[in-house]
């Protein structure tokens, strides 16, 4: 149980890549924030972990607004004193090709995607730096490193968070934080579910591993940079993606 008497917050863990996060840090004993924007989900996740036996509690919050966040992670800082491990997986995509994107699709994705990322990071970063350990970790996108046709908004959020992540690497170090990128390639969950067959096809194709890749994959990445076989990475991005971006 390496993870025990750690908590672990992770952002948008009601479903997909952050509930397997949630799920695989649960299993090796850490007390698991579940954080989404519905309040029941994130309870009901919580509670299926603890079914299991293991430690968690669902929050309700829109990682948007920045005194709600602030305000959720003071109510866990309450509770439980410390948050050692952030993981920021929350994100959305509203894909369009640039000449037919609204303003609204453009601004929803870099609001919740690294408007969010800076209000939950913010808000962690302060007990962290006062307890003079912590780990960052947050999930960008090959799209962030690549682009992609279509995704504009969505790369640029994704690239963003790589270049804050650095940032924070370099501001953070002193304190003994370190903050690193996990970058995912087309993972089986809601969000790739919506993809059309015939682009799922052609997605394939370029992937040497020839699939798709799972949540508990992008999760075990997680697991490892939140350990402290990881104490001496940061500002890294790891690439989990089956070999399609090298
Ligand atoms: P998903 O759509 O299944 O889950 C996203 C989660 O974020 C949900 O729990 C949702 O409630 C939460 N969320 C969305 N907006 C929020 C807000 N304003 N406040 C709080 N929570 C909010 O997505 P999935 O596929 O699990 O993706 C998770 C992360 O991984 C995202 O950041 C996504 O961009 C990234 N990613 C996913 C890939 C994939 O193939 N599925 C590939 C590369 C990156």
Same mark, same amino acid.
């Not at 940032?167 to 934080?177: F, H, K, P, T």
């Given at each position: 149980?390496?993870?025990?008497?750690?908590?672990?917050?992770?952002?948008?863990?009601?479903?997909?890549?952050?509930?397997?996060?949630?799920?695989?840090?649960?299993?090796? !004993?850490?007390?698991?924030?579940?954080?989404?924007?519905?309040?029941?989900?994130?309870?009901?996740?919580?509670?299926?972990?603890?079914?299991?036996?293991?430690?968690?509690?669902?929050?309700?919050?829109?990682?948007?607004? =920045?005194?709600?966040?602030?305000?959720?992670?003071?109510?866990?800082?309450?509770?439980?004193?410390?948050?050692?491990? +952030?993981? @920021?997986? *929350?994100?959305?995509?509203?894909?369009? /090709? /640039? /000449?037919?994107?609204?303003? @609204?699709?453009?601004?929803?994705?870099?609001?919740?995607?690294?408007?969010?990322?800076?209000?939950?990071?913010?808000?962690?970063?302060?007990?962290?730096?006062?307890?003079?350990?912590?780990?960052?970790?947050?999930?960008?996108?090959?799209?962030?490193?690549?682009?992609?046709?279509?995704?504009?908004?969505?790369?640029?959020?994704?690239?963003?968070?790589?270049? =804050?992540?650095?940032? /924070?690497?370099?501001? $953070?170090?002193?304190? @003994?934080?370190?903050?690193?990128?996990?970058?995912?390639?087309?993972?089986?969950?809601?969000?790739?579910?919506? +993809?059309?067959?015939?682009?799922?096809?052609?997605?394939?194709?370029?992937?040497?591993?020839?699939?798709? !890749?799972? *949540?508990?994959?992008? *999760?075990?990445?997680? +697991? =490892? +940079?939140?350990?402290?076989?990881?104490?001496?990475?940061?500002?890294?991005?790891?690439?989990?993606?089956?070999? $399609?971006?090298?």
């Amino acid at each position: 149980m390496p993870y025990k008497n750690q908590v672990v917050l992770v952002t948008g863990s009601t479903r997909g890549i952050g509930k397997a996060v949630a799920e695989a840090f649960a299993g090796q !004993g850490a007390t698991v924030m579940i954080m989404g924007r519905d309040l029941a989900a994130a309870q009901k996740v919580a509670a299926a972990i603890k079914a299991k036996g293991g430690l968690a509690e669902g929050f309700g919050c829109d990682i948007t607004d =920045f005194q709600k966040t602030q305000e959720t992670v003071n109510k866990i800082l309450d509770i439980h004193k410390r948050i050692d491990i +952030l993981v @920021n997986n *929350a994100g959305i995509t509203r894909d369009n /090709l /640039l /000449l037919r994107i609204d303003e @609204n699709d453009w601004d929803e994705v870099i609001k919740v995607n690294l408007k969010g990322v800076f209000n939950v990071t913010k808000a962690v970063a302060k007990p962290m730096v006062k307890a003079h350990r912590g780990k960052i970790i947050s999930i960008a996108s090959v799209i962030g490193i690549t682009g992609n046709a279509g995704q504009a908004n969505y790369a640029a959020s994704k690239a963003g968070i790589i270049g =804050f992540s650095k940032s /924070l690497a370099r501001e $953070l170090a002193s304190r @003994n934080i370190t903050a690193n990128v996990v970058a995912p390639g087309y993972i089986q969950t809601d969000m790739t579910d919506q +993809l059309p067959d015939t682009v799922k096809q052609k997605v394939l194709e370029r992937i040497p591993l020839n699939r798709l !890749g799972s *949540a508990s994959e992008v *999760a075990a990445v997680c +697991l =490892f +940079l939140g350990s402290t076989a990881a104490d001496y990475i940061t500002g890294q991005t790891i690439v989990v993606d089956g070999g $399609l971006v090298m």
